[in-house]
């Protein structure tokens, strides 16, 4: 059993809200862990699916996975589109497996 900070009465370990006061119990670790997207996933997705903009469509940074995309899609015309999305894709892939890149477009941190 753990207790409340805010009250001192006793609170089950798995609560996230305290019953007696209502205050968080802890707060840290419930914004951690809700809507926290996986580091390694995005990184991975940004080294092998990056051209497509997978990574940005899963750290919900649309509107950059829609260029990507459309640059991949529309540049076999000039040839060089899709080139240049896949070195977008694999720089943005390596910066966020080195942590440079540390958040979603909610601004939410990645978490290992």
Aim: aromatic share 10%; glycine share 12%.
């Amino acid at each position: 059993m753990a207790y409340c900070r805010n009250c001192g009465n006793k609170v089950d370990d798995n609560a996230f809200v305290c019953i007696y006061c209502g205050v968080k119990v802890n707060p840290e670790e419930e914004a951690r862990t809700i809507g926290s997207k996986s580091k390694l996933a995005a990184g991975l997705f940004g080294i092998f699916l990056g051209s497509l903009g997978v990574h940005n469509f899963y750290l919900g940074y649309t509107n950059k996975a829609i260029a990507q995309l459309l640059l991949t899609v529309v540049g076999w015309i000039f040839f060089v589109g899709p080139l240049i999305a896949s070195v977008w894709g694999l720089v943005e892939g390596i910066l966020i497996l080195a942590g440079s890149i540390d958040e979603d477009a909610q601004g939410n941190a990645l978490v290992d």
